[in-house]
Each structure stands twice: as C-alpha cells, then as structure tokens.
C-alpha cells in the first residue's frame, strides 16, 4: 500500500522533529548494536584468528546483519499491511521514527552551544565529547565549536537524509538494512588491530550505502543555504573544491557545504586517542568561528531534512501515479 507507506514516513519525520528520541522507548538501533555485538562474540570463536578468518567472520556478520534487519521488518509489516493495515501503518511510522535522528543530532549539539553560552567549557567538552570520536579535553572554545559544527554538517548526511532517502525507495524495510550498515560500520569501521580485517567489509558497504545520498545532501544543504539566506554561492564553490578533503569518500561533502555557506574553516588536523592526525582543512577561514554557527549549522540541518522529505513524496507520488 504505496500511501500508506508515504504516510508512515511523513508521519514518523514530524515525531522525529517533535520528539527526537525518548530513551524511555526501547529503540530499534540499539537492538541493532546488541545483535552485531553477539554475532561477533560468536564468530570470533567460531573461525580463526588470522587475518583471512577475520575478514571471512567480518563477510558472514554482515550478511547476517543485513538478511535479518531487512527480512524482520518486511516479513512483518507486510503480514499487518495484509490483515490490519492501519496496524501496518503505526509500525512502519514507529520504525521510520527511530530511523531518523535529525531533532537528536540538533539537540545534542545545542547542548554544546548552551554550555558555552553560559561560559562552562568544561561543560561544553563533555557535551561535544558525547558526539564526536576526537580527543576533546584539550580544546579551547573555537576547537568545541568547530567539532560540533563539523558533526552537525557531516550527519546531515548519514543520520538524517540517507535514512530517508532509503525509506523514500524502499519504506521501512530498506531504512532498516541501511541504519543496519551504517551501524555496523559505527562499531565494526575501525583501522585498529582488533577490527582493520574483521570490519573491513562493514566499512566498505557502509561506503557504498553512503555514495549517492551523500553527494544528493550536499546539494539539497547547497539549495537550503540559497533558501535560508546564508552563502549559496560559497557554498558551492567550496563543495566543488574541498568536497574530497576526507579520508571517506563521502564524509567531506556536507561539511564542505557547511564550510562554504558559513563563511568558516573547518577539519584540520586533530588527536584521536592521545594520536596527532593530519587532516586537510575544508573551507576558508574567512571569519572567525562563534559558538552562534552551532545554530546556524542545525538550520542548514533542518532545512535539508525538510527538502528531503518533500523530494521523497514527489519520488513517492510519481510512482503511485505511473
């Protein structure tokens, strides 16, 4: 039931947008991360320790992961779509509702900018400790806020359009299969002794998954900075010039666009577990960062989730039409 379908995904993108994600629900993602958890517990003692009998433990998680994330959801909702389809539908607006995290990523971040509107840094460094994987105890004021600022810019991507842009091709049960991969690659996607075989394929599926709505992002965020009044045309400009300044292929697009449509300088070098990295900047340092451009950054965020979403039902009426 294609209409059904689109109104589980309108319906769970506004309690995404209004509720965010209560902890006191049980959430989908984190049964997602206790399953990827046990399977690897069980093929770690299953097969070798070797470097070919991790990549192959690595290969079978992912199958697993991939075959029951997508079979559980369709085998179910379409039985409820079958026999009780207003069941059907509250499942799947549930489902689409804790794939989306475009309010949670907002108000993570905000804490950050709130910590620093009331001058505690040590406060704000805990909060930007919470959302991104660099060492923060060190970071002055500009350092919190350019961390937070590239989060909210690079999960535009992955935490808030490509779930759409699945659920838009495929409803529920394809958004599952991505959050899926994108969630093994968060736990698995490591290039450390424990995980540079065992993640590899989650890493590079994750890769994959991300390719095109990555790059659809950065100019849905190019669009939204023309519409809400910031840089547009920096913001292009340095999309096409900085766009590959990541060591992911996908990672620097919407940071680019972030970059560009602020006026700032972002990325750069940072310390990762105590390590120095060298990374290359993305954008002009045409001003100096505020703790202001936080809120600015999860404007440029709203505002592409909501182009996405009018996208996915033009996607959805076309083929409900044809």
């Not at 989060?151 to 299969?177: K, Q, R």
């Not at 965020?221 to 060591?247: E, P």
């Amino acid at each position: 039931m294609p209409y059904l379908t689109s109104a589980a995904l309108v319906l769970g993108f506004i309690l995404d947008m209004l509720l965010g994600d209560p902890r006191s629900l049980p959430h989908l993602i984190r049964g997602i991360g206790g399953l990827i958890q046990y399977l690897e517990r069980q093929l770690r003692r299953a097969l070798p320790q070797t470097s070919r009998g991790e990549l192959w433990a690595g290969g079978i998680l992912v199958l697993l992961v991939v075959l029951i994330c997508g079979s559980l959801p369709a085998l179910l909702l379409g039985s409820l779509y079958r026999h009780w389809p207003w069941a059907g539908f509250l499942l799947e607006s549930l489902i689409c509702w804790q794939l989306l995290a475009t309010r949670s990523l907002k108000q993570e971040s905000m804490k950050v900018y709130d910590a620093l509107a009331a001058k505690d840094l040590a406060g704000a460094r805990y909060a930007v400790s919470m959302i991104v994987g660099r060492d923060t105890a060190s970071l002055d004021e500009a350092g919190v806020t350019r961390a937070a600022v590239e989060t909210v810019a690079e999960n535009t991507a992955d935490g808030s359009l490509a779930p759409l842009f699945y659920i838009m091709l495929g409803g529920a049960s394809l958004g599952c299969v991505y959050k899926a991969i994108n969630t093994m690659d968060s736990m698995l996607g490591y290039k450390n002794q424990r995980y540079l075989y065992f993640g590899r394929l989650a890493a590079k599926l994750d890769d994959l998954a991300n390719f095109i709505p990555a790059r659809l992002a950065a100019f849905l965020m190019i669009l939204s900075a023309f519409l809400l009044g910031f840089d547009g045309k920096n913001a292009w400009r340095i999309f096409w010039r900085d766009r590959k300044n990541h060591a992911s292929p996908n990672s620097a697009h919407t940071e680019a666009v972030c970059a560009g449509a602020l006026r700032l300088q972002l990325a750069g070098n940072a310390y990762y577990f105590g390590q120095l990295y060298e990374k290359p900047s993305i954008g002009d340092d045409l001003r100096a960062i505020e703790p202001a451009d936080i809120a600015r950054a999860n404007r440029l965020l709203y505002g592409t989730a909501w182009l996405m979403l009018g996208l996915a039902l033009l996607v959805r009426v076309l083929f409900i039409l044809l």
